[in-house]
């Protein structure tokens, strides 16, 4: 007698739009309920391989539990995986309010040249945004103005790479391979650093080797040696930031 509780997970149809499958994933998400309990129902660790976080996005379909912005990203990404014109990455916020800093995480979403996100927040305005911002600055200081309303000033905002589309991937999820600190940046910096990553990004998936291939993206290659992590490229990122 449960059962008519537990939404039913989202199957693309090919008469759907993107921007239409997108919402309807969104809903999906929606019905599953951001958690307000304290209590985190699924353990998501970065650094684990991707295949291994698809299958707790599988686990989050049966149990039907609410969930937070962190597993949205990942059943995000779950359920997006079918279809390879539409480029997920990850974009963390770092803020700051009456003293406290607090962390958020959305899926960013890059489709027939249009930005978006897919998410859970506590806060509408700061999950789910429509696929119709023309860059991904536009897109980021969107949140930046949604944060305002809340009296958060945006610290860091931090951008992965795109998520491959392959679901038994033993590559973990990028998540910060572009850090900037944008309290301390005037906005035209802010802009430039992201339109120059986001240049970067989509001329990545022009080279479909570029998964396997360590020299153009290095992160990937170098996420197979725990021991070398991202300092680097987070420090060339910082340099950026300073100049």
């Not at 990850?90 to 309010?97: D, E, G, L, Q, V």
């Amino acid at each position: 007698c449960v059962q008519p509780s537990v939404p039913p997970v989202p199957n693309y149809k090919l008469s759907m739009s993107i921007p239409e499958w997108l919402q309807a994933i969104q809903t999906y998400m929606k019905m599953l309920q951001y958690n307000h309990t304290g209590t985190q129902f699924f353990e998501i660790r970065k650094t684990r391989p991707l295949s291994g976080l698809m299958e707790t996005a599988k686990e989050m379909t049966r149990e039907s539990l609410p969930i937070k912005c962190l597993e949205a990203v990942i059943l995000g990404i779950y359920l997006t995986n079918g279809q390879p014109s539409v480029e997920r990455f990850p974009i963390s916020f770092k803020t700051h309010f009456s003293g406290n800093y607090f962390h958020h995480v959305v899926l960013g979403i890059y489709c027939n040249g249009r930005y978006g996100s897919l998410g859970m927040s506590r806060r509408s305005d700061l999950m789910d945004k429509p696929l119709t911002y023309q860059t991904l600055s536009d897109l980021i200081f969107e949140f930046e103005d949604s944060y305002k309303k809340y009296l958060h000033s945006v610290k860091k905002v931090k951008i992965g790479l795109y998520v491959p589309h392959e679901p038994h991937s033993f590559q973990p999820i990028e998540w910060k391979q572009l850090v900037l600190n944008v309290s301390k940046m005037m906005r035209t910096e802010v802009r430039k650093e992201l339109e120059k990553f986001a240049r970067d990004m989509r001329m990545k998936i022009l080279k479909p080797s570029s998964a396997h291939s360590p020299v153009k993206e290095r992160s990937r290659g170098k996420s197979l040696s725990p021991r070398r992590r991202q300092a680097s490229p987070q420090r060339r990122a910082c340099r950026r930031d300073k100049s």
